[in-house]
């Protein structure tokens, strides 16, 4: 094998000369090793209610299996079978799911509780709170 740097497949062109300067880092990008003060300063309210909708959360999730493992829907054929299983499987795992997306998909705080707390009305396992 050759040592000559020219037959290197990942060289390229001028990346020797020592005249040449990378491009400027622009105001977007962050220089490593440095920290977004705001972004790393949670306010303890904020985690204190996030906290308790986790907790709601994983009761809802507890709720929804309750009700799914305890009533019995007699359904005629497979397909449908099946239907009502995966049904039950999602009301069961939409709350996560709800609060996964939210945690990820949302970035402002303020939005980030708008959507939990409306996740917690619409998520409300219903039939399992009025018994039905």
Known sequence: MSTDPDEDALSWSGE??????????????????TLDER??????????????????????????????????????????GIMYQLGEAFSIASPFLWAGAVWLLVKKPVWRLL???IGVLVLAPWPFIFGG
């Open 115 to 117: 959507w939990l707390f």
């Open 39 to 80: 972004a790393d300063a949670a306010n303890p309210v904020l985690l204190v209610v996030m906290g308790i909708l986790a907790g709601v959360y994983l009761l809802y999730a507890i709720g929804w299996g309750i009700h799914a493992f305890t009533t019995s829907v007699p359904v005629s054929g497979v397909f449908f």
């Open 16 to 33: 020797t000369d020592p005249t040449h300067v990378a491009a400027p880092v622009t105001g977007k990008q962050q220089l490593a090793g």
